[in-house]
């Protein structure tokens, strides 16, 4: 069964304490791995597409990286703007495009 | 990015009534376009796949009496939920395809729809 599991649930950071934010997921051939932000109250903001495993992308302060088993997001010297739920996603090799397995989500907490 | 547009973005209904939210892309078209549930603390879960003059393909599970799409033009997709309950109230989250297809799915700002 394909399935994401993001750790930790919640992560409360320092203001320039920098951290890393796991996704391992288990899929049956893997289109890609997807990186977004998700607000309170909004819809997911979209962050990195990862295709294959090695690839690395940077966005500001953010770095996802990709395994044959999980990706990281890797936050370095985070701010307060940063705090949000960083929800992982995978599509599957087979089904539907556009159908997404999406982990619960890490809600990150940066305090000044 | 691309924009996807939702409206409205909360509802508060009586049980027993319908309630409709769109969908809208604003800066291209999309011919999928994709809803989406999610409850408090839990993952986004797929509801179904809405194709531009066609039928939409629910998934397991999902009621298609119950929540009705229809994606009659190329930026416009609505999801009604028919004699909403209770258990209905949900955040509801659209997405589209650009046309980079899968690649590129952009979401909606999301729904927030209770139920009384």
């Known amino acids: 069964e394909d399935q994401v599991t993001q750790s930790p649930e919640a992560l409360r950071l320092q203001e320039g304490e920098s951290s890393s934010l796991n996704c391992s997921y288990t899929?049956?051939?893997?289109?890609?791995l997807f990186w977004y932000r998700q607000d309170p109250g909004k819809g997911p903001e979209f962050l990195f597409t990862?295709?294959?495993a090695g690839e690395e992308k940077e966005k500001e302060r953010l770095k996802a990286t990709l395994t044959k088993k999980e990706s990281f997001l890797h936050i370095t010297a985070p701010k307060p703007e940063d705090s949000a739920t960083y929800l992982c996603?995978?599509?599957?090799?087979?089904?539907?495009?556009?159908?997404?397995?999406f982990g619960k989500g890490t809600k990150l907490s940066v305090k000044p | 990015g691309a924009v996807v547009s939702q409206h409205p973005s909360w509802v508060i209904c009586k049980s027993g009534t319908s309630v409709k939210i769109e969908c809208r892309s604003l800066?291209?078209?999309?011919?999928?376009m994709f809803w989406y549930r999610q409850f408090p603390k839990q993952s986004l879960m797929l509801m179904a796949t809405?194709?531009?003059?066609?039928?939409?393909?629910?998934e397991q599970g999902v009621e298609k009496d119950k929540f009705l799409i229809n994606h009659a033009s190329l930026t416009l997709s609505t999801l009604t939920v028919t004699s909403a309950h209770p258990e209905d109230s949900s955040f509801y989250i659209c997405?589209?395809?650009?046309?980079?297809?899968?690649?590129?799915?952009?979401f909606g700002e999301g729904s927030r729809l209770t139920v009384l």
């Open positions: 899929v049956s051939g893997l289109r890609g």
């Open positions: 996603a995978v599509q599957p090799g087979g089904g539907s495009q556009g159908n997404l397995i």
């Open positions: 997405s589209a395809m650009t046309g980079g297809g899968w690649r590129e799915l952009f």
């Open positions: 990862l295709y294959s």
């Open positions: 800066d291209f078209q999309a011919t999928t």
């Open positions: 809405s194709n531009e003059g066609s039928k939409a393909t629910y």
